[in-house]
């Protein structure tokens, strides 16, 4: 009776670890906004990803930024030109920075609000602010810039994801802390609670496994929940690669400590086992 006990708390332990995991991570790297900024920041930099924000922020400049009458024609240009130079603009890194804090912001506050159709939502405002501020040097005319330039894209996909993001998120902490119980008490309950720590690892290596073969899958599915313009594609693609490489270190800490574990249990058992010869 002990035996299956303990192993009906060790499985339901690892089962609840195989979602806990994933779902800790959605909390510190996507709903979190620190979190979704450091996990998206290193596409500011890629120069793939840059040719289609340039597009945008020229286009958006372009509707936003009130230039002399007398430049009209010259707009487009100059505005294409600023925007192509504000990647080596000292202030770049600081503005990106800034666009996804603020996109993030707007983004998850429209999270399941169904009076809002278009989920995805850019603010873009300190990229165009350095627009500005090179059009400036260029014609000597200061130009008032909005506080906002909200781009909202429908992403139907996207929008139906988030929620379940944000509640995910929201219990990891209590999934993990309710598998580690269960696991504890699984190997309280048991007659062999070395050979139980052992399996134990061998459980929690096995769903890190299992983490690795999805890293893939996961990749693809956020490189297929973006639709429509070719710089929000361009996104989903980017943060799916980025988000398998920050996988990959949940999913080495996850085998080193079932390690621990069959470690830990192996130790017991040998010293079980020496104090009974």
């Known amino acids: 009776m002990r035996s299956a006990a303990s192993a009906l708390l060790v499985i339901v332990a690892l089962l609840l670890a195989a979602v806990a995991g994933p779902a800790l991570w959605l909390q510190r790297n996507v709903v979190d906004g620190p979190g979704f900024t450091q996990l ?32 009209n024609d010259l707009a487009g240009a100059l505005i294409k030109t600023a925007a192509r130079a504000i990647y080596t603009d000292p202030g770049y890194e600081q503005a990106w920075t800034e666009t996804l804090q603020r996109s993030h912001n707007l983004t998850f ?14 603010d873009i405002a300190p990229l165009v602010q350095l627009v500005a501020d090179n059009v400036t040097k260029n014609i000597g005319v200061p130009l008032p810039t909005p506080q906002d330039v909200v781009v909202t894209a429908d992403q139907p ?10 509640i995910l998120g929201a219990w990891s902490g209590w999934l993990a802390l309710i598998a580690a119980v269960l696991f504890v008490l699984g190997v309280v309950v048991a007659k062999r609670r070395a050979l139980t720590l052992i399996l134990g690892g061998v459980g929690l290596a096995i769903v890190a496994l299992l983490w690795l073969m999805g890293s893939g899958f996961v990749e693809s599915t956020l490189a297929g929940l973006a639709v429509g313009p070719e710089v929000a594609q361009q996104f989903g693609r ?6 398998r490489d920050s996988w990959q270190g949940g999913i080495t800490a996850t085998l080193i400590a079932a390690g621990v574990l069959a470690v830990c249990g192996g130790a017991a058992l040998i010293i079980k086992r020496s104090r009974t010869t």
């Not at 996909?157 to 944000?166: D, G, S």
């Not at 980017?238 to 988000?243: D, I, S, Y």
């Open 40 to 71: 998206a920041g290193p596409l500011g930099n890629n120069k793939d990803f840059q040719e289609g924000l340039t597009a945008l922020v020229s286009e958006q400049a372009t509707a936003s930024l009130n230039l002399p009458p007398m430049l």
């Open 109 to 122: 506050a429209a999270a399941g609000n169904n009076d809002i159709e278009g989920d995805l939502k850019l």
């Open 157 to 166: 996909k996207v929008a139906q994801v988030l929620p379940i993001m944000t």
């Open 238 to 243: 980017e943060l799916g690669a980025l988000a």
